[in-house]
């Protein structure tokens, strides 16, 4: 979904608010070694429904949810895949192009699965990248009688660096992902060098993009969380946490009432804030900044307020948009 209204909000509560599960993945595991002529070898595979037999290596893959962009990135053999509108602008022109040409067999939600067009789509193997209470919304017996299915959920946001590779793996692509992956890794480790002194003994609050303007609450991000968690692999530290506690992505984030935002960040030395791709600002971000606690916040009197683009990335090749997003929001850091 391209807007953060409620009923994206509510849509993310759903995918992050209860347990996933995670099982290691059996990718070295074949389940008889060579099988016969005729007969495509096989392999077992842990996945968050349980020890799957798929095909070792896949030739016709469909793929759902936060599985979607990295097997467009990895250069899986799709052959159809759900709607992943929020991941658009952050995709390569080609990566996009692909995506453009897939055959859509879901919508944005687990619910919108198109059953024929999955058929149709005469897969060898249908990964599900949902968390596990979304797969309550899914025939998974239907999908079985059409391929194998293993489904391939986070439990956090920050658990996309993890998942895209038990995705990868499943869909015999992980030396595409590794590259991915090792690019990531130098740059970032690239940008944590250039900003550790500068970043050294600051508290960084974040405010994110799922408030409520209807019911007047903002959304408080901590570590770990969809605004936070790549520019914590730069060095930023986020302080603070949740005051109750309920397991996974709300361990991460609260939505205090606007009348608590002095005591929410009255601590933080600066603070970062969530905007769209193209740097405008969100419905709920814009609610905080024009609130008059905003402007009286330690941190927004000493100009240490600072907007962060891209941060819904959910794959390694995606989160270098978010390290050079980073990079240019807190370069007013390294001046100071």
């Known amino acids: 979904m391209s807007s953060r209204q409620p009923r994206r909000l509510a849509a993310l509560a759903l995918m992050f608010a209860l347990v996933t599960g995670c099982g290691s993945t059996g990718s070295g595991e074949e389940s008889g070694g060579k099988a016969e002529a005729g007969v495509a070898e096989t ?12 095909p070792a290596k896949p030739e016709r893959v469909v793929a759902t ?3 979607v962009p990295v097997l467009i990135e990895v250069k899986a053999p799709l052959v159809g895949i759900s709607s992943w509108k929020r991941g658009l602008t952050m995709m390569t022109d080609e990566d996009r192009a692909t995506y453009d040409s897939l055959t859509k067999i879901a919508g944005e939600t687990a619910a919108d699965t ?21 797969l309550a919304d899914i025939d998974m017996d239907r999908l079985k009688s059409i391929a194998p299915v293993v489904a391939i959920g986070p439990s956090t946001p920050d658990a996309w660096r993890e998942l895209s590779r038990r995705q990868s793996d499943a869909a015999g692509a992980l030396g595409s992902f590794e590259t991915a992956k090792t690019e990531y890794e130098k740059k970032a480790a690239e940008l944590a060098a250039k900003y550790k002194t500068a970043l050294d ?6 405010v994110g993009a799922y ?6 609450t903002f959304h ?13 692999d730069v060095g930023v530290t986020y302080y603070g946490e ?3 506690k309920g397991g996974n992505a709300s361990d991460m984030s609260e939505y205090p009432s606007i009348e608590e935002l002095p005591a929410s960040l009255g601590e933080a030395d600066a603070i970062t804030y969530t905007v769209e791709p193209d740097g405008s600002v969100g419905e709920p971000v814009q609610y905080v900044l024009d609130s008059k606690l905003w402007k009286n916040l330690p941190a927004v009197k000493a100009g240490k307020a600072f907007p962060l683009r891209y941060t ?9 948009k978010t390290l050079d997003a980073i990079d240019e929001a807190l370069a007013p850091v390294l001046a100071k």
């Open 114 to 134: 198109n059953y024929e067009a999955v058929a149709q789509a005469k897969p060898d193997l249908i990964i599900i990248g949902v968390p596990k209470p979304a």
């Open 312 to 320: 819904e990335a959910a794959t390694y090749a995606s989160a270098l």
């Open 65 to 67: 949810g936060y599985a």
């Open 242 to 244: 949740v005051k109750e």
């Open 43 to 54: 392999r077992v595979f842990t996945a968050d429904n349980g020890d799957v037999t798929i």
């Open 220 to 232: 408080r991000e901590f570590a770990r969380s969809w605004g936070t968690n790549i520019a914590g």
């Open 201 to 206: 003994g600051l508290k960084f609050g974040h």
């Open 211 to 216: 408030g409520e303007v209807a019911k007047g």
